[in-house]
């Protein structure tokens, strides 16, 4: 059995976690174009490598935040919604820094 | 006969002729150049050169003949979906099948042995109905019938009430059909080559030239051909190939399992399906018995087995068949399905002009290979999106005009 570590509840079989796709940016439904939400709703990156994704742990009802590798099958990192948006929020922040330096 | 045989099995020279012309130079322009030699795209080549006189066609792919999902789907045959546009399409499908041995000249073993979906909910039976009443507006035969129906139809079958999942009763095709997966591809490329189609196994393309909105050609690992039309045909890499077309698409790559048990004599002559136990099997024409289940629960680019799946497959597998657990497991593969948001696959025109796509055929490919090459080719020679797969556009997600074929295309709703 594959194991996925859960951030609440540490590892458990694979089997108790659903799927919820990839970690994507909502777009304002009240200033988006058509075209554009349709995009949101089905369209897929589909990416052969590293994805970030949204997970549920199913029997404590805890979503979070799981980098895969969907060539290798690997689980390569679970993180807490609030750390994952964080460590995003930081590296924005330092690009941000960088090429206002430059 | 036998002692024809004799003699070629004795002599060491070539004992017959090749039954494919292989043409070993690629030439550097085509009127259409073919992504993907598995079934679609081998009868998407036969039908063009066959239906519409065009021959000058190259079909590439990075592996060799019909190694993809050819070669690793369950090689059931059926039309009995939920939709009109989805039975009207296989329905025509199931025709072709039928006389597909004699149109190609190759055996492909079709063998009508009528297809039952268990329904063991009262939700199952209300889908068992809507189906049943929908495949005989659109002229395909489909019944649903009740418990003591199905024990005399399939009396190996165990229909019990001493069961976790009672059958309460099914939807019964009797075209259900299996065919030899290989022979068909095989028969396409055969008489493709035959008319001067070029296939090409292990080349890659690694670019597709797009200019001022309309393809101009391939890049390939053995260099650039410029062609006239291009068409996709890629199940389980869709969207990587799409990409270099500067394509996305309503599609996730999950993988999809299945295995064989050792052959044992002949004992089950239909196809069973249960959506609700998440399970679906046939025998064989040389006895082995051929199963499969649900998708993987995640997106992968991988054909790894696992054992949970067998474990999930054979507690729900050994209640509908108890003499299934003397059977062992003789092998056991995956591929790789390109499932779309409705379970129906996404064929014809693109927003690139003279770029075409045959994609999202998840679980439900095969048996839509000659009804596929045949409007595909259509759909190339004249440019134009035919009636038959006008509901199957890409745009279709643009404008909410989704086809929603989960109730009949899958076993895990």
Known sequence: MKIMVCPLNGPRNITEFVCGGDVKAVPDPA?????????????????????DEWWLHTPSNTWFIARRNTLTDEILATMTVADYFDSKRSAADAVAGAGGAA | MPLALLKHGLSSGRVEPPHLRWQPDLKRTYDVVIIGAGGHGL??????????????????????????????????????????????????????????????DINIMYSERGHFTLAHTDAAIRTARWRAEVNKHMGVDSELIDAAEVARLCPVLNTSDEVHYPILGALYHPPGAIARHDAVAWGYA?????????????????????????????ETSRGTI??????????????????????????????LQACVSEPVKPILDQIVVSGSLHVYISQSARGEMVM??????????????????????????????????????????AGTADMTPDFSPVMGLTPIDNYFIDSGWGTWGFKATPVCGLR???????????????????????????????GAASVGH
Not at chain 1, 33 to 47: G, H, K, P, R, V
Not at chain 2, 191 to 213: C, K, N, Q, S, Y
Not at chain 2, 240 to 252: F, T
Not at chain 2, 303 to 332: N, Y
């Open chain 2, 43 to 104: 009868a998407t080549a036969y039908y063009l050169a066959t239906r519409h006189g065009i021959t000058n066609i190259a079909v590439l792919d990075r592996g060799w003949l019909a190694g993809g999902n050819t070669a690793r789907n369950t090689t059931i045959v059926r039309a009995n979906y939920l939709t009109p546009e989805g039975v009207a399409f296989y329905k025509e499908s199931v025709e072709l099948f039928r006389g597909l041995s004699t149109e190609l």
């Open chain 2, 292 to 333: 499969g289940g649900v998708t993987d629960p995640y997106g992968l680019y991988q054909t790894r087995s696992t054992l949970d799946f067998k474990e999930g497959l054979m507690a729900h597998m050994l209640e509908l068949f108890p003499f299934m657990a003397d059977l062992r497991v003789l092998r056991q593969w």
């Open chain 2, 190 to 218: 055969k008489e493709a080559m035959a008319r001067g189609v070029e296939v090409h196994p292990a080349t890659e393309v690694t670019g597709i030239l797009v200019e001022g909105g309309r393809v101009r050609g391939v």
């Open chain 1, 31 to 51: 200033a988006c174009s058509d075209a554009e939400w349709t995009d949101y709703l089905f369209i897929e990156d589909n990416i052969a490598g590293e994805v």
């Open chain 2, 226 to 255: 410029h062609a006239d039309k291009v068409v996709q045909a890629v199940a389980g890499s869709s969207s990587r190939v799409a990409k270099l077309a500067g394509l996305r698409l309503p599609i996730k790559s999950i993988p």
């Open chain 2, 376 to 406: 595909m080719a259509e759909c190339i020679a004249t440019g134009r999106q035919p009636e038959m797969l006008k509901p199957f556009l890409l745009d279709r997600f643009r404008t909410f005009d989704l086809v929603g074929e989960k």
